[in-house]
T-cell receptor, first 112, second 111 residues
């Protein structure tokens, strides 16, 4: 069974540029999570989807971050414009309802 | 709000030493508790979990017991190996299906 797929794995951009991350969850997993993990810290939830619906986006900085999960399968997280402080690893995870979360390898973003 | 506090690292042990990584939590209701491991260059993997008080999660020689009276979920292993070198994260899932992670504890095991 394929795991959670994320792309790109690495991204380097200049500040004020836009960037997008893509996630394909494990087949059949209806719940999808986006996390941000700063260096030396644990993951912090940005947004959680149940199927197509964003059920928890309270920690998503909505002025510059947006996300979508069309058709309730894969998802895209976008930052526009990026700031220096956005440098982090962006993790996607999926689960079937409230069962175990499975994480992807993450996208490491560096904003210069 | 809900939170997880785990002991700061880094932790360095010799092979076959006993490991304890402390984790305490704050949450209303009855959360589920987890330990995740992140090996160098890889994503987080679930190591073990416990869903109710007094449950013991175990996997790969690691154990942790859900102690509601002390709000703790300490990770233990009797004899660590070099291959256990990784970062370990304690986490909780509350009744609203929200996850909270600790800051991670880096473990290095030397031969």
């Amino acid at each position: 069974e394929a795991g959670v797929v994320q792309s790109p794995r690495y991204k380097i951009i200049e500040k004020k540029q836009p960037v997008a991350f893509w996630c394909n969850p494990i087949s059949g997993h209806n719940t999808l999570y986006w996390y941000r993990q700063n260096l030396g810290q644990g993951p912090e939830l940005l947004i959680r989807y149940e199927n197509e619906e964003a059920v928890d986006d309270s920690q998503l900085p909505k002025d510059r971050f947006s996300a979508e999960r069309l058709k309730g399968v894969d998802s895209t997280l976008k930052i526009q414009p990026a700031e220096l402080g956005d440098s982090a690893v962006y993790l996607c995870a999926s689960s079937f309802r409230e069962q175990t979360q499975y994480f992807g390898p993450g996208t490491r973003l560096l904003v210069l | 709000g809900d939170s997880v506090t785990q002991m700061e690292g880094p932790v360095t042990l010799s092979e076959e030493a006993f490991l304890t990584i402390n984790c305490t939590y704050t949450a209303t209701g009855y959360p589920s508790l987890f330990w995740y491991v992140q090996y160098p260059g890889e994503g987080l993997q679930l190591l073990l979990k416990a869903t109710k008080a007094d449950d013991k999660g175990s996997n790969k020689g690691f154990e942790a017991t859900y102690r509601k009276e002390t709000t703790s979920f300490h990770l233990e292993k009797g004899s660590v190996q070099v291959s256990d070198s990784a970062v370990y994260f304690c986490a909780l899932r509350n009744t609203g299906n929200q996850f909270y992670f600790g800051t991670g504890t880096s473990l290095t095991v030397i031969p």
